[in-house]
């Protein structure tokens, strides 16, 4: 059996992206066993600052990684796909610990606003991978407030509110095509959105599919990032 080079090509793409998350999270483990052992109190605001940075870049890169080899798995149809009964206040729950230092780094308040009875059938893994992205930046363009908040009817809608400046219109235009949004100037590759958008996708329910909204209209008068799944 044959093996052309794409092949070849994308299963070391795909090992090397394993190997430089693990890298990174022994990284990320160390910086916080390091920093549990400083007095918080003693730290200067530039220090916290600083700290908030690291915590913010780490996040960043994990997530991309965790993403690209998600949808290498998807493209090659080897990503699990596990829905499952989620009480949506305890996975809001989950998010928040797991951005506690950068959000204390930064001084952000996150707030859960959600009935603790609701529950939803969504994957959770692959859920918990496009909020930890959509947090991290919410953390980052965020005054000072971030709220998770879901609604029920129709469809599960889970919704991530920031008071920072708002998304920019014209990502809000590319509404499904969001691999536009690569931008060399400024960084921007559209990746956390493009696989939201595919995660979404791939939660269907009687011939309906999940989808992804963005807007400036929340009740915090910043971004609103919005996964609803059928």
């Known amino acids: 059996m044959s093996v052309n080079n794409d092949d070849i090509f994308n299963l070391i793409l795909a090992s090397t992206v394993h190997d430089m998350k693990n890298s990174l999270s022994m990284l990320g483990e160390s910086l916080n066993v390091i920093l549990n052992t400083v007095d918080k109190k003693k730290l200067t605001n530039d220090t916290k600052a600083n700290y908030g940075v690291v915590q913010y870049e780490f996040s960043r890169v994990n997530n991309s990684l965790m993403q690209l080899l998600a949808l290498y798995k998807l493209e090659n149809e080897q990503l699990p796909f596990n829905p499952n009964y989620v009480n949506v206040n305890d996975f809001f729950e989950e998010q928040r610990l797991r951005q506690l230092h950068l959000l204390e780094a930064k001084n952000i308040e996150c707030k859960i606003d959600v009935d603790e009875s609701i529950e939803a059938v969504f994957d959770e ?44 219109g014209n990502m809000i235009e590319m509404a499904g095509s969001y691999m536009q949004g690569i931008n060399q100037s400024t960084g921007s590759t559209g990746l956390g959105l493009f696989f939201a958008q595919k995660i979404a996708d791939i939660h269907s329910h009687k011939g309906k599919n999940g989808s992804v909204h963005l807007s400036n209209d929340g009740a915090l008068s910043g971004g609103t990032f919005e996964i609803r799944i059928p």
């Not at 909020?131 to 809608?157: H, M, P």
């Open 125 to 168: 893994c692959l859920l918990s991978t496009v909020l930890e992205n959509i947090i991290g930046n919410a953390i980052r363009y965020s005054k000072s407030k971030i709220v998770l908040s879901c609604v029920q009817g129709d469809t599960t809608n889970i919704l991530v509110l920031d008071d920072g400046p708002g998304y920019p």
